[in-house]
């Protein structure tokens, strides 16, 4: 954003007014996310001070943000102006939204871990005429330390970098504000600081999930005794080492925020407790850039987004391999920016300059009739870590919507005696006799169970595994129809919740997987406890099968040895409809609604990009098989930034 203000004179009013209109959109969603945190915390008096000090600790924050790269216009360390006005509203809404505040308004917790934050930033990141002389810098670090002693840390990032009045005032005010509070309440005083060792104890258990550092972590995995306190020691002294000689370099480079939350995040790690509502120091590291190409630049604040707006259990499948990550992403998160994420120095060619995406000029569409907005479609390969993050968070996101869609038992039930008559009426009633059919044969009954649990998932995610290693830029073509077809038939999960045949009572289907079924129980049992058992209309099992069928037709090879490949993939469809019917979890006119949905999301996918797939040309990344249809077919391709 700063590039495009800083390239010439100010562009045309139309571009202005998005800008406004852009600007005012996210402002109205700021105050209505702040009103509604307000609005669903416990009455505390202190709850609208806190909400205060949070939209402060934002605005602080984006007014620090860095500028453009040194060289390009210098001494300049401000950000362009729209990406001010822009960084604001969106500083707030991440902000009100991240865990460690909708904890502490839960909570009750007040502004405890809130003040610190702010402080230390009035303190480390003031900028302009009225910057923050040294002492009162020292003065103000001092106090967020004596509220959250881990706070300390920045006293010897201030000496790092030359500010040594800072880092001695830091420290005299820590001592006076902790003899005033032993003079105040020696009792308290002596419970936090001898009896629980610096709030150890304190509130939850220290091993508990709650509390993420470096101490908990090894409390969790089940140290106990000098064995943990040597490896606390020397793994908190390496965080310490190296987190504070980053922080040091890029506060040098005049990224003070960045420094800012590295420390932070430092202070985090070898706590011997971090709260929740401690951890906004993690949320500051989104600042830091990290990356060559734009995919890849997202990738980071994506990560520190999630971790610290959404739970263990959305971010990461709670399994045996992967649980232990999400219970601890906060902090690996902060172990990440303190010691591991190599942040851009503004010095860097590619601090305000990406390497040039590849793109496919927008082309007419065959039907005049039909309307196209016709955006440019990006050729290269996208970041795997940000696909997975947005593929775990979308699935869960669209198993939340399936799990809420409307579950009425009568209104299900009669819809399925719809779907039948109209079935009948077109003489395509042939459930029951396929049901019992395949019932009566074990081995092809435990078979299509087996096909109806596993395949529905692993096909599809191996397909498109093939395609981003092999063909990038098909695999975004698919990639994008597969997620809109998806979001297609949540509506129709909403609008026509639909009680599969082996839910229909009295009509003598048998479940073929669970057995029979208690259908006077409106509950079904631990069945429903699983998924949405009327969320059958449209079958996305045919309509996953049907847009594997599709992919595998297109790119699979024509003519050769392995032409087979696209039979293959056209019979997947087939197989699965006959399974679905067999086990008596859809009907025929499930797999129509399926087919439609597929048939729905590569119609918006055309209306987005324009006909047909994208002919590659010679682009990065791209694989031979996207090679030798770029021989036969070619489109015009240009880099965008």
Known sequence: MADAERSGPVGPPRAGSRSGAALAALWLLAGLLAVRQAAAAPRFPWTPGTLLLVVAVALVAARALPGGRVGGRPGDNAPGRRTAMLAAPVAVILTVVSLPVRNAFTLG?????????????????????????????????????????AVLLFAALLWLTGRRRAAIATGATFAVCTALAWAALPDDSWTYWVHHTTGVGLGERPDGLANQSLHGLLLRIGLRGPVEILL??????????????RAARYARDGQPLLATAITGCVAVAVSPTAWQHQQLWILLAVVGRTGRRRADRLVWPVLVVLV????????VSPNPVLGPIGRNAPLLTALAAACAVPFLTRSAALWDRLVPTPVAQPQRGRYRWVPLLRFKRALNRPNVLLELMLIRVGYWAYSYIRAQAPDSRALAESHGRQILA???????????????????????????????????FLVPMSLLGYLYWRRPATYRWARTSLALATLVALAGFWLYPLAPPRLMPGLGFIDTANGPQDLSHPDYGALTELANQYAAMPSLHIGWSLWCGIVIAVVGPKTGPKAWTRWLGMLYPLMTF???????????????GGALVV????????VLTGPGRVALAAIPGARRGDAVEAATEREPVRAAG
């Open 109 to 149: 917790l007040g502004p405890t871990g809130v003040i610190p934050v702010l402080l230390v930033l009035l303190g480390c990141c003031a900028r302009g005429p009225g910057r923050t002389t040294g002492v009162l810098v020292g003065v103000l670090v001092g106090v967020a330390a004596a509220l959250q002693p």
């Open 232 to 245: 606390y020691g020397l793994s908190a002294a390496l965080v310490v080492r190296t987190g504070l000689r």
């Open 308 to 315: 610290m707006t959404l739970t263990s259990t959305v971010l």
């Open 422 to 456: 109209v079935e009948e009426f077109l003489r395509l009633d042939v459930e029951h006799g396929v049901n019992h059919f395949v019932a009566g044969v074990d081995w092809l009954a435990d078979g299509m169970d087996y096909y109806y649990g596993t395949f529905h």
């Open 578 to 592: 006959s399974v679905i019917v067999g086990t008596a979890n859809h009907y025929v006119l499930d797999a129509v």
């Open 599 to 606: 048939a729905a999301g590569f119609g918006i996918q055309y």
